[in-house]
């Protein structure tokens, strides 16, 4: 019995050995992440967030306005209207961002010509402060004069999966003239997945419903923490820049990132293309492949590398613009083979690091020029002779 409580007494005092320190320690824990969120309450006035909890509330006032779909993945939601960040989004009845009108008369008005704009959010035009700065709309703006409207339906995300899919079951409804391809730098992040998988379902179809807020994104307890996040930036400093395309929708847990895409992935990305034209052409409507940009902006070198490495997780960003670099290559063989038009905007120079807001995606300067030089193209090849 001696030998009992002797056993048990010195059960309770390791016990009372390691609560009274993990208390103490708790205790310490909570009073400096109360202090860091007082001090900061104090300096804006208001509770401060930490970098993921302001990440996951940003989006979810996003995915308000998008929806899940059982073949596109994510799409818009019909009719709703999205403000955030001082810009705003207007969705039509079928789930497109609006050009100059938002909703074109179906059927197609005789005598007018009809371009449907696909891709994903450089097509979307997703920094644009509204549904007419994008530069589907002012191309419809600057084509108004000759009888064209233009439909942009194109959504964040997508790859050429998505957009093959849209086209099919959505957009050739509106009578398409001329399909408008601006894809590539989405179909990027399936294929820096390793292994590589050809329908895309592993690598983005998981991502893209957190990245756009239809689903939540996960948010650990220590994420959570202000005293952390501050501890590890003075143990890690960032610069103000680096954080600006924080993302913590998905993080790479793989080994080694890549200079190159692989083959496969070329290969399926020319299917798509391939499959693109063909169901554009059953519709009645030619192709514009059009070529895509990734730019690294001077000054801004360390913030643009890091974007695009957060976009495609499993390449380094040589990696990513090697990889698009082939695709375009496949959009403008496509071209000279015959069955679709190629045309490379970026080609003689005319865009510059102020054209765009990061590396991928327009200033209004850059959706001006690229609407200005569809415009020169589509009256060169594309309208009939009046």
Partial sequence: MADGRTAAGTVRRAATGLLIPAALAMALFALLEGGVRLAGRVRSGGWPKT???AYSESVRTIGAAYRTHPFLVVAGRPNARLRIFGKEVVFNALGERGTNVLDLPVPKPPGAFR????????TFDLLAADNAATWPARLGALLAPDGV??????FPGWTSVESLVSLQIRD??????LVVVFSGVNDLQPASHEPFNADYSVGHAEILPRVTGV??????LASRSLFVEKLLDLLRPRSPEATEGYSPAWEWQGGARKDDIPDAAVAVYERNLRSTIAVASSGGARTLLVAQAARIRRGRENADREWLKGWAPGLTP?????????????????????????DDPFA???????????????????????????TRIVRERFLPAR
């Fill in 348 to 374: 003689d120079g005319g865009f510059g690091d102020d054209d765009f807001s990061d590396p991928c995606h327009f200033s209004p300067s850059g959706s001006q020029k690229f609407a200005e030089r569809l």
């Fill in 215 to 220: 689903v939540p994104v996960p948010v650990r």
């Fill in 51 to 53: 970098r993921v909890e």
């Fill in 172 to 177: 050739l409804d509106l009578g398409p003239d």
């Fill in 149 to 154: 409207d233009v439909a942009n339906a194109g």
């Fill in 318 to 342: 040589a990696g990513y613009l090697a990889g698009l670099a082939r695709y375009n290559a496949v959009a403008k063989r496509l071209g000279a083979e015959g069955p679709a038009h190629f």
């Fill in 115 to 122: 371009i449907v704009c696909e891709g994903g959010s450089t």
